[in-house]
């Protein structure tokens, strides 16, 4: 069974750029979570989609965004990039909503410039 | 308040020892308690999980032990392994009207042969 995959790995923006993350859930995982991490900042929450809606939002600002389709593949978008975007964007998929049984992407890598 | 407190930050035991971490919260309103391990350049992977009317779990060389009263647990890693090295996050999931997964900011493992 495929894990979660997400593209790209690797990619270099610069300022003020946008960039479009993508992540394709394990098959008959129907809710897909979006994490930031960044070293000593563990794991913020960016949001939750189950069936194409969002059901939770984490406390970042509107430049964040995100939507499900209906096959549940996911993507996360980033507008007017910032230095501070720098991370490690982890998707992560489960069976179902709320559980705590994430199973993670190995996640796509930011440098912003 | 919902928050997870994870401690220690960093943590070195030797080959062979017990490798402890320890988590707190504050909310009743937890209602599962993962833990996840992550490896660099990987996604985080669930290790072990407890629900809070069991005291302890155990899974191989990992324990998770539960306290309900002091509203704390912690995980035990007995004859730790340079393979071990990692970073751990504990996390809880809020059964609050706003259901979410709450993680500590993780515990940075290193094993000594």
């Known amino acids: 069974k495929a894990g979660v995959t997400q593209t790209p790995r690797y990619l270099i923006k610069t300022r003020g750029q946008q960039v479009t993350l993508s992540c394709s859930p394990i098959s008959g995982h129907r809710s897909v979570s979006w994490y930031q991490q960044t070293p000593g900042q563990g794991l913020q929450f960016l949001f939750e989609y189950f069936s194409e809606t969002q059901r939770n939002k984490g406390n970042f600002p509107g430049r ?19 230095l501070g975007d720098s991370a490690l964007y982890l998707c992560a998929s489960s069976r179902g909503q709320y559980t705590g049984e994430l199973f993670f992407g190995e996640g796509s890598r930011l440098t912003v410039l | 308040q919902q928050q997870v407190k994870q401690s220690p930050q960093s943590l070195i035991v030797q080959k062979g020892g017990i490798s402890i971490i320890n988590c707190a919260y504050e909310n009743t309103a937890f209602d599962y308690f993962p833990w996840y391990q992550q490896f660099p350049g990987k996604g985080p992977a669930l290790l072990i999980a407890i629900r809070p009317d069991v005291s302890e779990k155990k899974e191989g060389r990992f324990t998770i032990s539960f306290n309900k009263s002091a509203k704390q647990f912690s995980l035990h890693i007995m004859d730790s392994q340079p393979g071990d090295s990692a970073t751990y996050f504990c996390a809880a999931t809020y059964a609050g009207n706003n259901r979410k997964l709450i993680w500590g900011l993780g515990t940075s493992l290193a094993v000594n042969p």
């Open chain 1, 64 to 82: 964040f965004s995100g939507r499900q389709f209906s096959n549940s593949r996911s993507e996360m978008n980033v507008s007017t990039l910032e």
